[in-house]
């Protein structure tokens, strides 16, 4: 079988570069696909048109992009879908294979995120109403409406959303999805590994009607990056912090960077912490540890030894296996170096003193693994002595977790920003630090794991008031 | 692989044999190689007798043109004329210089014969957008376009200020200041009749972001200074260019002149194959590891550069570039130098095209 091509996509019309990269799979030669690799010229030259494609998309009705949205859900999730113009397709299953070659995940977490992605697709009425408070969602269609008895305008603030995703977990593509049903094309530049997804989606997209000048993508370098963050009147940015620091005070970049995620128990639920061990196993765990939802610091005013003990004996179980096995939990390092590169940190970091690598009492092998070629990480829990130890609030690409102990009232103070804090507390002062704290984007009160996610709530920022503004609207009367 | 077609060209036997014995000689020779000749314990006049030879000398070190005084690189011949001062480009730091006489304009008169009329029209203006200052480039381009009968504009911009704002990550100054040059080179070809560019490809994207390169009335656009992937120059040729003004990429510099292309670019794919302006200047593609050979054709290697000309002889000198190597052409009889990169981009990311 020869190698599929992944073209570049401008304004849905497929292009071959000169410039092609091969992907292969982890640990293998095998190649997996030739991508078109795009130079930043034509996305400028691209993005000077954009009005145009908005205007496509724009000439349907929000009701018919919802339609198309339930018909692309479907086809995501079972459909033969287009790779190309030249003839490839992909079944689901290809899909869920491919994907696990190239960025390491088990199939059943590549299930598990399509099941997710098909759920926004599904699902995008209740996400709209969610992400625009309950307003009617024809509001986009002409920018006119009204809100509990006000009349609104709301004019859109780009013809383009950018994304500039990365390669860890196909479900962060869930993030850009609504912007189709608001009328906003996408220009979207694919992760490295992970140009599958992205593909899977505009593909479903297009076969269920949508207009596929809606769509770019671009595989790219840092340039082309650049060009995308510098050209998009708005664009969503994942990446670490080496990559996101730079767009940090730039309102037009909605920044998705280390979630540094954490689980609080109160002082008042701490004796019950063993009945809350499931909670902080799927908040480590879920997903590999992926996402940047998963929780990497557990802090508690006490027993922070015995809790520590206590997941890294649970977390010892976790083992490499057949990508293939329904029981697989952990996730390949796509990137050998990386895995190095944490592996050798978290060494460094316990040899300097203050913390203790608790799960190393529990396994029979190094964290660093490798199953047939393929590099991984064992979970690790570290139990640090003190919140300032550099590995208390870092965030690593694995199920990795620091406990530390904090009293109660300094918590909030102390806990740094997080994407998701579960506070398994009832403490009214806890609730309201929590609540008014800066620090915290999403916050779940009670046992709920850190990776859960409602659709009707935002994720880092409201995707409607990054791609709608409202403005003032006043009507002589009779006009 | 050891043997290049070049040695089995007469003319450049001839040529090499008629240099060495001009700057090893003590009538007409240059103080520099007349030196050097005393240590290296052999006579380039009699051993040198054809191309193939030129490995009996070591590489040239880049270094003597930062270290030794100028005088020591006029031939005698030369000796009561003064001389133009030339440095390389982007270079921070003390600056490579050569010095030279007519050299430039020989080299120049000679390029005029690769380009047609029809895209770069006698009389028609040209403008270049571009690094100027001391550099050979500037009088170059004015003096191909005077030879051509054209007049030129100027736009400068100064690389080694663009390296010092990116080594210091001061990207907006960098991105202000290009804006500073496209907006000079809008306000020229706004207000005046060009038909004929010489710039950079990055400046040549700008200028492309800013206005239609056709619109302008731009026939002809003579380009270098910079890697030119296959991807960028049909990028340039299909959207910049929109399929309707020629494009010429050169490889060139200070201390060689410059090449030309083949003109197949579409039927090569978009893959630049330069030829050295021969007999004056040899390029080979050597083996990294074992810099007496070349490499088989369409292979990767490192570019050396002999110059040979009576104002300055500078053999197998190592350029920080590589290159596949590639067959002859009917239109260029010896070897070529094709996809030129940095020397060692395929294994690190090297911060380039600055302009």
Redesign the interface.
């Known amino acids: 079988m020869s190698v599929p091509h992944i073209p570049v996509l401008r304004q849905g019309v497929a292009y071959t ?3 092609q990269s091969e992907l292969v799979g982890i640990g293998s030669d095998e190649p997996l696909a030739r991508i078109s ?1 795009c ?1 930043a ?2 996305i ?2 691209d993005l ?1 048109r954009q009005d145009q494609a908005a205007a496509k998309l724009r000439a349907l009705s929000s009701e018919q992009l919802l339609d198309i949205c339930k018909r692309a859900g479907d086809l995501f999730l079972h459909g033969e879908l287009p790779l190309n113009g030249e003839g490839d397709t992909q079944t689901r299953e290809q899909y869920i294979a491919t994907l696990s070659k190239t960025s390491g995940l088990p199939h059943v977490l590549v299930r598990r995120n399509m099941q997710k992605i098909f759920t926004v697709f599904d699902g995008m009425q209740g996400i709209l109403t969610g992400l625009m408070r309950g307003m009617d969602t024809t509001v986009v269609e002409t920018g006119f409406g009204e809100h509990g008895g006000i009349p609104v305008h709301y004019s859109p603030t780009t013809s383009a959303l950018g994304v500039v995703l990365p390669s860890n977990s196909p479900g962060v593509n869930s993030i850009w999805m609504p912007a189709i049903a608001l009328g906003i094309p996408v220009v979207l530049k694919p992760g490295r590994e992970e140009p599958w997804t992205p593909l899977r989606i505009m593909s479903a997209f297009i076969a269920a009607g949508c207009p596929a000048e809606a769509f770019s993508f671009y595989p790219t370098d840092h340039e082309g990056s650049a060009v995308i963050l510098e050209r998009c009147g708005r664009t969503l940015l994942f990446g670490d912090v080496t990559v996101t620091d730079a767009y940090a005070n730039d309102a037009r970049v909605q920044i998705h960077g280390p979630g540094r995620s954490k689980v609080l128990i109160g002082k008042d639920e701490i004796d019950n912490w063993r009945k809350h061990l499931p909670v902080l196993l799927d908040s480590v765990a879920a997903n590999g540890g992926r996402s940047c939802i998963n929780a990497s610091s557990i802090l508690v005013p006490s027993h922070g030894d015995e809790i520590a003990a206590a997941l890294a004996q649970e977390l010892a179980k976790h083992k490499p296996c057949d990508p293939g096995h329904d029981d697989a939990t952990l996730s390949a390092f796509a990137n050998r170096k990386f895995a190095e590169f944490i592996d050798t940190k978290i060494k460094a970091d316990i040899a300097a003193g203050g913390a203790v690598d608790v799960t190393a009492q529990h396994r029979e092998l190094p964290r660093a693994q490798e199953l047939t070629g393929a590099p991984y990480l064992l979970p690790t829990i570290v139990r640090c002595d003190s919140i300032e130890h550099p590995l208390a609030k870092t965030e690593f690409l694995f199920p990795f977790a620091a406990v530390v102990e904090v009293p109660h009232d300094q918590m909030v103070e102390k806990m740094g920003p997080s994407l998701v804090v579960t506070a398994i507390t009832k403490d009214a002062n806890l609730i309201d630090a929590l609540t008014r704290s800066q620090d915290v984007d999403r916050l779940n009160l009670g046992p709920v794991p850190t990776s859960h996610v409602e659709w009707d709530q935002p994720h880092e920022g409201n995707l409607f008031e990054l791609l709608y503004e409202r403005r003032a609207i006043q009507r002589a009367k009779d006009w | 692989m050891t043997t290049a077609p070049q040695s089995e060209r007469p003319d450049l036997d001839t040529h090499v044999r008629e240099i060495v014995r001009f700057h090893f000689s003590e009538e007409t020779g240059t103080p520099h190689w007349l030196d050097w000749a005393k240590t290296c314990g052999w006579d380039p006049k009699q051993e040198i007798k054809s191309f193939a030879d030129i490995v009996k000398f070591p590489h040239f070190d880049g270094e003597l043109l930062r270290t030794e005084p100028h005088e020591r690189w006029v031939p005698r011949a030369y000796k009561d004329r003064p001389y133009t001062i030339f440095e390389t480009g982007g270079t921070t730091g003390m600056p490579k210089q050569r010095i030279g006489w007519d050299d430039y304009k020989t080299d120049y008169e000679q390029f005029s014969a690769s380009l047609s009329d029809e895209s770069f029209p006698p009389g028609g203006n040209w403008l270049m957008i571009g690094p100027t200052g001391p550099r050979r480039l500037r009088l170059a381009i004015e003096h191909l376009a005077n030879f051509r009968g054209s007049s030129c504009y100027f736009v400068d911009l100064d690389p080694r200020w663009v390296k010092k704002l990116i080594k210091t990550k001061q990207f907006d100054q960098a991105k202000a200041y290009m804006a500073h040059v496209i907006d000079q080179a809008v306000l020229i070809l706004e207000h005046r009749k060009v038909s004929a560019l010489f710039t950079t490809p990055k400046l040549l994207e700008e200028l492309g972001d800013r206005m239609s390169i056709i619109d302008a009335g731009i026939k002809g656009v003579f380009c270098g200074g910079t890697t030119m992937t296959p991807q960028t120059t049909r990028f340039i040729c299909e959207e910049l260019l929109e399929g309707q003004a020629e494009f010429v990429p050169t490889y060139g510099n200070t201390l060689m002149g410059l090449a030309a292309h083949r003109r197949t670019l579409r039927e090569d794919n978009y893959s630049i194959t330069y030829y050295a302006p021969q007999p004056r200047a040899v390029l080979r593609v050597v083996d990294p590891d074992a810099t007496d050979n070349v490499v088989d054709y369409e292979n990767w290697g490192r570019v050396e550069l002999t110059t040979m000309t009576n104002e300055f002889f500078m053999p197998r000198f190592l350029e920080r570039d590589e290159a596949l190597r590639r067959a002859p052409c009917d239109a260029y009889p010896w070897d070529g130098v094709a996809e030129v990169r940095p020397f060692g981009a395929e294994a690190a990311t090297i911060v380039e095209g600055v302009y």
Do not use: A, E, F, P
């Open positions: 570069s000169l410039d690799q130079n010229g034509l400028k030259r000077r």
